[in-house]
Each structure stands twice: as structure tokens, then as C-alpha cells.
């Protein structure tokens, strides 16, 4: 009989599309008490660019393939856990004390929960710990007006919420009063970038409150379209109800100047509907720019110092996802390729 102290600690770290998940892990990461972590990422789409920037930190960095964790990938899930505890007891993977999962923005947190729950060796050898919902201090207020659902649901299982974005949110502290009132039991804290990593699974922390959920199935019906391979562009489209994700991955280097232009037009036309975007784009530099917007908001672009793992093996070719509600991909495709790629309409 395991007892509850040496299983291993799981915490899941969820938060809407673009809230700064990622972010946080690559700093957590860092710090000296999350060093022995494995990490599972789940993204919405075809293109794992999180993972990228997140694997160079932690050697056990495991991308789940697209996919919403708490529906439609959620027995890659538990296999992928299996594997990973299984190599763990065998020293074919660095020693990890505990993991942490990234979910998508789209995902609800008590399904995964339920997975791990409903697993018998999975529930022997892991403990639920924390879960932390990250939430963008830019635009939460506007999520909580709309009551956004599952936005709603990541902040309501959550056992404590990071505002993110706190250093660029004029209004944070107000949303922080106002989800106060709302989880009065529920720790926030503000959080910028320069912020030090918070510890999120603490000794004392409370197990999460999402360990009572039912086994719950999340009502959500993907879809999803074979990648179609034309001259120097891949796409493939990924879609839930309205929302879809377009990933591009493209092989010739792209001309920042139209990218730019391009990609002002687009969220002038349509801001409101592009919910996230992101990429690694290789623009004819020594090195790649990480590029990253949510809804109307272009964060600066960043010059990497290196080209992660999978954009160099496969050449430098640039990688763009673009997350959209209400948008036909198919014709953001086509002007992409039109206006940065120069192609022919
Ligand atoms: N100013 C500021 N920017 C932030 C902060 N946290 C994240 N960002 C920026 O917000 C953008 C999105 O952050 P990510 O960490 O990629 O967000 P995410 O939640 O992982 O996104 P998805 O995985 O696509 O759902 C990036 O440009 C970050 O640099 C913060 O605390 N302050």
C-alpha cells in the first residue's frame, strides 16, 4: 500500500488561451524547488510550440498530441503517465519528484482530474496537489462579464489563480477584488513577469478541491482535418464547435515586413475573433523571433537565442499557430499565403 506522502505530486496548471501559462512554467521551471519536475504539455493544434520553449529547461518535457486533454486525448493522457512512471522506476528518464501539466486554454481542469482518478495505478502513484489557474489580468474582467464558460471552469477548480499580466493591466487589482468576492476561498495572487516563481504545491498546500469530482465527460465534440502538403507551406486545421486552429509550418524564410502588415490587417479586420496566435518564425536571421498575440494584443516580439529542437531539425522552418473563433481558416490560409508568401491568389 502506497502511502498519500510518497506518491508522486501532480499539479496541473490551467488558464484560458494565451493567459500566461507557459510563461510561468518556464519560470517555475527554473527555480531551484521545481527543478526535479517532469512536464506534460497539451496544445490545441498541430504545432507543439510550447513545448519547444519549455523542453531546453526540463529534460522530461512530454508533448500530448493535439487534442483537448479533457475529452478527446485524455487516455493518451493516462498512457503518457504510465510511461513516464514506468521509466521513472526503470532510470531510463532523469529522476523527476513530481509532475506538472500544462493544460490547453481550451480545457476544462475536473475531467483531467477524473482521469487520474479513475485509473487504478495512476490513482496508487499520484497525488493531486495544486491546481492553478493562470488568469490574463488584460482581459479577465471581460471573460468574467461574458461568463465565459470554460474560463468559468478553470478558475472555479482551481485551488489558487495567478493574475498574470498584472505589470500591463491598470485594472488587475479591481478583477482581483472581483474574483474575491466571487471564490472567497480561493488564494489570488498578482503576478507579473519580473515576478519570482510562486510555489505552487507548498508543504500545507490543500489538496485540490477538484479531487471530489464525479467522472464527469466534457461535452465537447472535435473534429478534425487531414494536414495537406503544398510546395513549401503544411497546414492542418483542428476544430471544436467554431473554434479551430490553423497551424502553419512554413519552409522558405518570411518577410517580417509583409508579416507585419499582414498580420495588422488581419487583427484589424478581425481582433476580436482571433483569440490566440503564435509562432516561431524564421525571418532570414542567425535566429528565430517568437511571436505571440491574444486577441487584439501583439506582445513584442522576441529575439530566441537559439533554434529549439524540432524548427532546426526540420530545417529552420517557421511554425504559426492561429487560434479563432467564427473565422474561416481555410481563407486566413489563403491570405497568408498571398500577402506574406507572395503566392498567386
Ligand atoms: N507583460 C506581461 N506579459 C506576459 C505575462 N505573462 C505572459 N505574458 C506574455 O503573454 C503572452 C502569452 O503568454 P504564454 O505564456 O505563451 O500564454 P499561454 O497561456 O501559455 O498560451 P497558450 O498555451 O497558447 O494557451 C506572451 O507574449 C508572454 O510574454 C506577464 O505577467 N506580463
Given at each position: 500500500m502506497i502511502s498519500p506522502s510518497s506518491k508522486t505530486p501532480v499539479i496541473i496548471l490551467t488558464g484560458f488561451l494565451g493567459a500566461g501559462k507557459t510563461t510561468l512554467l518556464q519560470k517555475i521551471l527554473r527555480a531551484e524547488h521545481y527543478g526535479d519536475s517532469a512536464v506534460l504539455i497539451n496544445e490545441f493544434g498541430e504545432i507543439g510550440i510550447d513545448q519547444q520553449l519549455v523542453a531546453p529547461i526540463s529534460p522530461n518535457t512530454i508533448l500530448l498530441s493535439s487534442g483537448c486533454l479533457c475529452c478527446q486525448i485524455r487516455g493518451e493522457l493516462k498512457q503518457a503517465l504510465l510511461d513516464l512512471l514506468d521509466q521513472r522506476a526503470r532510470g531510463q528518464v532523469p529522476h523527476f519528484q513530481r509532475i506538472i501539466i500544462e493544460t490547453t486554454g481550451l480545457a476544462e481542469p475536473t475531467p483531467i482530474v477524473a482521469t487520474l482518478q479513475a485509473d487504478p495505478v495512476l490513482c496508487h502513484q499520484l497525488s493531486i496537489r495544486h491546481i492553478s489557474a493562470v488568469v490574463d489580468a488584460v482581459n479577465g474582467a471581460q471573460m468574467?462579464?461574458?461568463?465565459?464558460?470554460?474560463?468559468?471552469?478553470?478558475?472555479?477548480?482551481?485551488?489558487?489563480?495567478?493574475?498574470?499580466?498584472?505589470?500591463?493591466?491598470?485594472?488587475?487589482?479591481?478583477?482581483?477584488?472581483?474574483?474575491?468576492?466571487?471564490?472567497?476561498?480561493?488564494?489570488?495572487?498578482?503576478?507579473?513577469?519580473?515576478?519570482?516563481?510562486?510555489?505552487?504545491?507548498?508543504?500545507?498546500?490543500?489538496?485540490?478541491?477538484?479531487?471530489?469530482?464525479?467522472?464527469?465527460?466534457?461535452?465537447?465534440?472535435?473534429?478534425?482535418?487531414?494536414?495537406?502538403?503544398?510546395?513549401?507551406?503544411?497546414?492542418?486545421?483542428?476544430?471544436?464547435?467554431?473554434?479551430?486552429?490553423?497551424?502553419?509550418?512554413?519552409?522558405?524564410?518570411?518577410?517580417?515586413?509583409?508579416?507585419?502588415?499582414?498580420?495588422?490587417?488581419?487583427?484589424?479586420?478581425?481582433?476580436?475573433?482571433?483569440?490566440?496566435?503564435?509562432?516561431?518564425?524564421?525571418?532570414?536571421?542567425?535566429?528565430?523571433?517568437?511571436?505571440?498575440?491574444?486577441?487584439?494584443?501583439?506582445?513584442?516580439?522576441?529575439?530566441?537565442?537559439?533554434?529549439?529542437?524540432?524548427?532546426?531539425?526540420?530545417?529552420?522552418?517557421?511554425?504559426?499557430?492561429?487560434?479563432?473563433?467564427?473565422?474561416?481558416?481555410?481563407?486566413?490560409?489563403?491570405?497568408?499565403?498571398?500577402?506574406?508568401?507572395?503566392?498567386?491568389?
Open positions: 468574467l462579464a461574458q461568463q465565459h464558460p470554460v474560463w468559468m471552469q478553470q478558475i472555479i477548480a482551481a485551488d489558487s489563480i495567478l493574475l498574470a499580466k498584472s505589470d500591463i493591466a491598470p485594472a488587475a487589482a479591481h478583477l482581483r477584488e472581483q474574483l474575491r468576492r466571487l471564490l472567497p476561498h480561493t488564494p489570488i495572487l498578482m503576478h507579473s513577469l519580473n515576478d519570482p516563481a510562486p510555489e505552487l504545491d507548498a508543504p500545507g498546500a490543500s489538496p485540490a478541491p477538484a479531487l471530489a469530482a464525479t467522472a464527469e465527460t466534457a461535452a465537447c465534440a472535435h473534429g478534425h482535418e487531414a494536414a495537406e502538403s503544398v510546395e513549401s507551406v503544411e497546414s492542418a486545421i483542428h476544430r471544436q464547435g467554431h473554434v479551430h486552429s490553423l497551424s502553419l509550418n512554413i519552409d522558405t524564410p518570411i518577410d517580417w515586413i509583409a508579416f507585419s502588415v499582414w498580420l495588422s490587417a488581419l487583427l484589424h479586420a478581425h481582433g476580436a475573433a482571433i483569440w490566440r496566435l503564435k509562432g516561431i518564425l524564421n525571418v532570414g536571421e542567425a535566429y528565430p523571433v517568437l511571436i505571440n498575440g491574444v486577441q487584439h494584443m501583439i506582445y513584442p516580439p522576441q529575439h530566441l537565442a537559439d533554434w529549439p529542437e524540432d524548427t532546426r531539425q526540420a530545417g529552420r522552418r517557421s511554425q504559426l499557430v492561429i487560434i479563432a473563433n467564427g473565422l474561416d481558416p481555410e481563407r486566413i490560409e489563403a491570405s497568408f499565403r498571398r500577402h506574406v508568401l507572395g503566392e498567386a491568389a
